[in-house]
């Protein structure tokens, strides 16, 4: 098995990295890494019902799709990411899948004394609340199969960049299930020191001492801490991988042509219709539009606004352009807005797309 702890924190580069290593290799891999600040979607949702996408730009989140399915999740450096990828076993049912790869993570918590359990398919919960969400993909005959560990989480920026609108839209993309959380960390001060043989055998990489309390691990000090963990778990066939120049230059060219991109994070979104009304000084407007492939393919405007030109006058210029607030707003500043709409303003008109 191979050990490869990531030290990127950019979450292109780092789903970039997973599709990679998935792809390319034929080893078993247990990989470690963290996120900045980011949303990270299951690969059948529509991103924009997942997101405060006001909230997301203001703060400057990375929005990105994944390989797997699943709901959306946030992402800071507080969060700890954990991927096995291994060959799939002849007949194995998913659910045996997450219970196999979520097992060494539950024996390295409850080895602090931390009681946490699988409960359902796929999440890991610690008294009633959920710590960390799974999810698997198969390739071949391969499975990818990676977690969140919520740590140390801002918990604040998690609840605000996620609190998504969905009913504004009709369609059939999988809905986040959003369930009570719990950061790790909180667990960890309700038990005593951490015994000497713990540390010696199993978190040989961190800095960690006999006389440090749970409460005190930082975030990269527990990631050094389950590193260890599993590696002692494999002891007789892990061994720990560096990228090579050739491995980084790939890695880097499927960010830059894929993940980066608005057509995978946003575009990739099943068909959807959305409808969206405010109530504003000029009067009230009705939106109604369809999007196909993240393209705005039919649009009607409806309400009691006083107008000089005719609504559908618009449609011919948002017809065609992508579902996002920049493309909106470019399209929005070049019309005389207050001739289709009195006394209701450009930006109220953004507002409504989203």
């Not at 490869?4 to 924190?9: A, F, G, M, R, V």
């Not at 002849?90 to 004394?113: C, H, Q, V, W, Y």
């Not at 140390?152 to 999988?174: C, H």
Request: contains cysteine; aromatic residues 12%; neutral net charge.
């Amino acid at each position: 098995m191979l050990y490869i702890i990531d030290s990127h924190t950019n979450p292109y580069w780092n789903l970039a990295a997973e599709e990679y290593l998935f792809t390319h290799f034929n080893e078993p891999i247990f990989r470690l890494w963290r996120n900045e600040n980011s949303i990270i979607v299951g690969k059948y949702q529509n991103t924009l019902s997942e997101i405060d996408l006001q909230y997301v730009k203001t703060n400057h989140i990375k929005v990105v799709r994944r390989l797997t399915g699943g709901g959306a999740v946030f992402h800071d450096l507080g969060n700890i990411n954990f991927t096995f990828i291994e060959d799939k076993i002849k007949g194995e049912k998913t659910s045996d899948m997450f219970k196999r790869f979520t097992s060494p993570i539950l024996d390295a918590l409850n080895l602090l004394g931390v009681k946490a359990y699988l409960e359902g398919r796929n999440d890991l919960l610690i008294d009633g609340r959920k710590f960390s969400g799974n999810a698997i993909c198969i390739h071949n005959n391969r499975i990818l199969q990676h977690g969140t560990l919520l740590y140390k989480v801002g918990m604040n920026n998690l609840s605000l960049a996620l609190k998504s609108k969905p009913e504004k839209f009709q369609d059939k993309a999988v809905q986040s299930n959003r369930s009570r959380v719990t950061n790790i960390s909180e667990h960890l001060k309700h038990s005593e020191y951490i015994n000497k043989d713990i540390i010696g055998k199993k978190n040989n990489d961190s800095n960690l001492s006999k006389e440090t309390t749970l409460k005190e691990i930082n975030t990269s000090e527990f990631q050094s801490y389950l590193g260890s963990f599993i590696c002692e778990q494999y002891s007789d066939t892990i061994k720990r991988y560096h990228y090579s120049n050739e491995d980084l230059e790939n890695i880097d060219k499927l960010m830059k042509s894929k993940y980066e991109l608005d057509e995978w994070n946003f575009g990739k979104s099943p068909k959807y219709n959305f409808q969206n009304s405010a109530k504003y000084k000029g009067g009230l407007i009705e939106l109604n539009f369809s999007v196909e492939k993240g393209v705005i393919t039919d649009i009607k405007i409806y309400g009691d606004y006083f107008f000089t030109l005719p609504t559908e006058e618009i449609y011919d210029k948002l017809i065609g352009l992508k579902h996002s607030k920049e493309n909106i707003e470019k399209a929005i500043s070049k019309l005389p807005i207050d001739k289709y709409f009195a006394n209701i303003t450009a930006e109220e008109i953004v507002k409504l797309f989203f």
